[in-house]
């Protein structure tokens, strides 16, 4: 009896996470949403009616994006000129004000009514404080190999405690005598 060459073995695919695999579902969704919901408020109220609340949404929202780049790039300023860090004494709002306001620009009335929730401070707020735990979360749940990790590794101290970037090469021990390196010359 003869045998044929193996068969290879591949590995087991990953999963795909539950992110990948309800999300372009939720996004189809939420257009079907936003279509049905536009063809019901133009048969009630008139085509004329939905063009100018998409119209007033898009204008907000061109207003409140440029008003939160306004205030980002004044605090940027300020940090600047006194040398330290940009503050967020004033809340971290300044990116959530531009998600608000793009989201009063897609047309839509459901993206309309979160982008208007997203403009309230205590939504602002909460929002705010629920992405700064989960990601504090996440941190403390890395495993060691992270980005964090490999810029530690990359870092030499030296005697006196100054921190000198580079990799240590070793020789092997069955490489023999090396010879001397030429010098560098320009």
Not at 21 to 27: A, H, M
Not at 112 to 138: C, H, N, S, Y
Request: charged share 20%; hydrophobic share 45%; proline share 9%.
């Amino acid at each position: 009896m003869t045998t044929g060459a193996p068969t290879p073995t591949y590995p087991a695919r990953p999963r795909r996470s539950r992110l990948r695999t309800f999300l372009p579902l939720g996004i189809a969704a939420w257009l079907v949403l936003e279509i049905w919901l536009l063809t019901v408020v133009a048969g009630a109220t008139g085509g004329f009616t939905v063009f100018l609340l998409l119209l007033a949404g898009f204008v907000l929202g061109s207003v409140v994006i440029k008003r939160a780049g306004r205030r980002a790039f004044q605090n940027l300023n300020e940090a600047v000129q006194r040398g330290g860090a940009p503050s967020t004494a004033n809340g971290s709002g300044n990116g959530l004000m531009m998600l608000g306001g793009l989201l009063l620009m897609i047309p839509g009335l459901v993206s309309d009514a979160v982008g208007l929730l997203l403009l309230l401070p205590p939504v602002q707020k909460a929002i705010g404080r629920f992405a700064e735990r989960t990601v504090e979360r996440k941190l403390r749940e890395a495993a060691p190999g992270t980005l964090g990790d490999a810029f530690q590794q990359a870092r030499m101290h030296r005697p006196d405690g100054k921190v000198v970037p580079g990799e240590v090469v070793r020789d092997e021990p069955g490489d023999g005598p090396q010879e001397p390196r030429p010098p560098l010359t320009r």
